[in-house]
């Protein structure tokens, strides 16, 4: 059954079934045969985006003027949801590449927009957000990705890890060193995919996810014009600290998606499958745990829903994101989890869907700021220190 | 170029369909309806056409309230305007009713070049409005098209059968039907959602059509359902145990249907 969901305006509704459309026409039918490929091999959906930003999916929080939709959070994120509750990669890749376009929507001079963000925009350029490093997660201050000054040129030098995209995006928003200052000396570049000395190390093996390819990005003495700094020299912290922000809503929706189809699935199945000579969902003990799988996913989308209306609404909304990404996020474990249960052994076995949203929900306690770090965000904004 | 399609509400087939215990009608109420999924190959053929020179696409569906859900479907895809026509009266129609209220409509919005229909809807699958349509047009009927060109005043399908593939042509203004060979129908896009809100979609009644309602639904029916069964539910699979006699079981499941 469709979610309920209640839309701010009418063409949010239709944009909605529009999703619901092609999440059913295009990526039910392919996910699973392509998340098996690319556990394996190097296969990367590529073509699912370009249906995606076909249809304007690629671009919907930013200004029309640049070739964006205009679209609130509170919209795009349940754009998201839907997305995810088929296909993970799907919604997540479209999380990510919104967030690559943060820096230049968000902090790059006119021109910078005029010339960057239609090209961005436009449905058919895919993003990758490249920040973390080895050496460098949690603590991405640390981060040891050099750009050294050359005339009025920049040589990018360094290695970053587990980048969503790397190999098949068309540019790297990309966050490097260029002080010694620790968080203040770090700036943010747009990177194009074809600059010379740009490579990739070959694909990690994960343990699931697998449609969303990561890799190593390798720089070396990567040339980029002054004109791809995006913001001040030294100001590239604060952005990737404010783009995640947003980000973190995007996991927090894709990982309500997740634990959505997880649900579906296991409440369709505890109806039919029987035991004792009668549905096993008319056990009170396996009801509840079916209750309380649905209990945990209406507080995921309540948790986002919330955040995003404060930042619709143009006011403070960090604290409540980093709320969100953990409420969601662990919403999405348990359920899935629970789904496995439900399943018993062929939740177990890859005749059902159950253990790959098992095996996808860990990664979204991971990244973009494990849920330790979401609980540090959390804790200083309380105790407001 | 002006192009009209013709297009229905159905209900979405995914769903749990059923009738109306009534009247004996398709229950186009409590199920989620759909611009039918044949029809989008006849938007999308109408709308390649357009597009490849001057022309504007005028979509027109008959149906209850939320038949409108279609006609906003196909201006999304990028159709120009939208033609509902809407009648408590005309509920219930056959094929005859409902080729007379289309091609009075189309009458209405001014001679087309080309009427481009679906080759049959997804939920009565008769098939026979688009030559009905054409007749009371008095129009060339070219029906079946797994491919269509338009070249100066006139149109060739190819029409593809089960032993030979035919080649007609046919001068214009004619009424083609195509079928889901023809093309990709793509999906609207966010900038065709919000342009088709500001797109003209005019309501018609039977009034505004002059159309008598004696002349349609179930009152001028020339045909009358008199029972409708709900297929049952498909019974499950026979499995068979192989203990070494495994294909003779299966041969013998297959002679007992008659199948070999
Ligand atoms: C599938 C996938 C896709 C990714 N995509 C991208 C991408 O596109 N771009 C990008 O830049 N990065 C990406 N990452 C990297 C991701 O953001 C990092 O893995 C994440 O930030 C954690 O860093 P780390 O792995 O170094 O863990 P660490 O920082 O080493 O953390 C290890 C453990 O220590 C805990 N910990 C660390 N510090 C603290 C503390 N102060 N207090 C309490 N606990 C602490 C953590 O919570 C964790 O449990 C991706 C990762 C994965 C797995």
Redesign the interface.
């Given at each position: 059954m469709p979610v309920e969901r209640l839309l701010p305006t009418?063409?949010g509704a239709?944009?909605i079934a529009?999703v619901r459309?092609?999440a059913?026409k295009e990526l039910r039918p392919r996910v699973d045969q392509v998340e098996a490929a690319a556990a394996k091999t190097d296969a990367f959906p590529r073509e699912i985006f370009t249906?995606m930003g076909?249809?304007?999916?690629m671009s919907?929080p930013y200004a029309e003027e640049f070739g964006g939709?205009g679209?609130p959070y509170e919209i795009y994120l349940q754009v998201l949801e839907e997305l995810s509750s088929v296909w993970m990669a799907a919604g997540l890749g479209i999380s990510v590449h919104t967030l690559t376009c943060y820096p230049v929507a968000s902090a790059g001079t006119p021109e910078q927009q005029a010339e960057l963000l239609p090209w961005m925009l436009s449905g058919e350029t895919l993003g990758a957000y490249a920040l973390s490093e080895a050496q460098a997660g949690s603590d991405v201050a640390s981060m040891t990705t050099r750009a050294r000054r050359d005339g009025s040129d920049y040589l990018i030098s360094g290695t970053k890890s587990w980048i969503s995209h790397a190999g098949h995006a068309d540019y790297y928003t990309t966050f490097a060193r260029t002080s010694d200052d620790g968080g203040r000396g770090i700036s943010c570049f747009i990177v194009p995919a074809d600059s010379p000395g740009l490579s990739f190390g070959e694909p990690e093996r994960k343990m699931g996810l697998h449609g969303d390819t990561v890799r190593q990005v390798i720089y070396d003495e990567v040339r980029v014009p002054e004109g791809r700094r995006i913001g001040a020299e030294g100001h590239g912290m604060p952005l990737a600290l404010a783009g995640l922000d947003s980000g973190r809503l995007g996991i927090a929706a894709g990982a309500t998606g997740l634990a959505q189809g997880a649900l579906d699935l296991a409440a369709k199945y505890a109806v039919e499958r029987e035991q004792f000579g009668r549905p096993i969902a008319s056990n009170q003990g396996l009801a509840f745990l079916i209750a309380d799988m649905a209990a945990a996913v209406g507080s995921a989308r309540a948790s986002y829903l919330y955040a995003a209306r404060l930042r619709d609404a143009g006011r403070p909304f960090g604290k409540e994101a980093a709320i969100a990404k953990l409420i969601a996020t662990d919403a999405a474990m348990k359920v899935t989890t629970d789904a496995v249960q439900v399943l018993g052994g062929a939740g177990y076995t890859q005749d059902f869907p159950a253990e790959r949203y098992f095996r996808e929900a860990k990664v979204t306690q991971i990244f973009e700021g494990t849920n330790q770090i979401q609980r540090l965000v959390i804790a200083r904004a309380t105790l407001g220190r | 170029m002006n192009i009209v399609v013709c297009v229905k509400y159905v209900p979405d087939a995914q769903a749990d369909r059923g009738f109306d215990e009534s009247d004996l009608t398709t229950n186009r109420e409590s199920v989620d309806g759909l611009l039918s999924e044949l029809d989008e190959y006849a938007v999308e053929e109408a709308l390649k056409i357009a597009e490849a020179g001057e022309g504007e696409v005028t979509v027109v569906t008959i149906g209850p309230d939320k038949a409108a859900d279609a006609v906003k479907k196909a201006l999304q895809m990028g159709a120009d305007k939208g033609v509902h026509i809407s009648d408590e009266a005309i509920r219930g129609s056959d094929a005859f009713a409902t080729s007379l209220l289309l091609a009075k409509a189309i009458e209405k919005i001014g001679a087309p070049d080309l009427v481009i229909t679906g080759m049959a809807s997804t939920d009565g699958t008769m098939g026979v409005v688009p030559a009905m349509l054409a007749e009371r047009l008095g129009l060339p009927q070219v029906t079946f098209a797994s491919e269509l060109t338009v070249d100066g005043d006139g149109v060739t399908i190819r029409r593809d059968g089960d032993t030979a593939s035919e080649t007609i042509i046919a001068k214009l203004p004619a009424l083609v039907s195509v079928t889901d060979q023809i093309n990709e129908p793509r999906y609207p896009s966010f900038k065709g959602i919000m342009a088709a809100k500001k797109k003209p979609v005019e309501t018609w009644s039977l009034a505004d059509l002059g159309v008598d309602a004696g002349a349609v639904g179930a009152a001028g029916a020339y045909t009358k359902v008199l029972s409708v069964t709900k297929r049952p539910p498909r019974e499950q699979g026979q499995i068979v145990t192989d203990e070494g006699d495994g294909g003779s079981k299966l041969a013998d499941f297959l002679a007992s249907r008659k199948f070999i």
């Open positions: 009418d063409e239709d944009l529009l459309e092609i059913e249906l076909a249809s304007g999916l919907l939709a679209q | -």
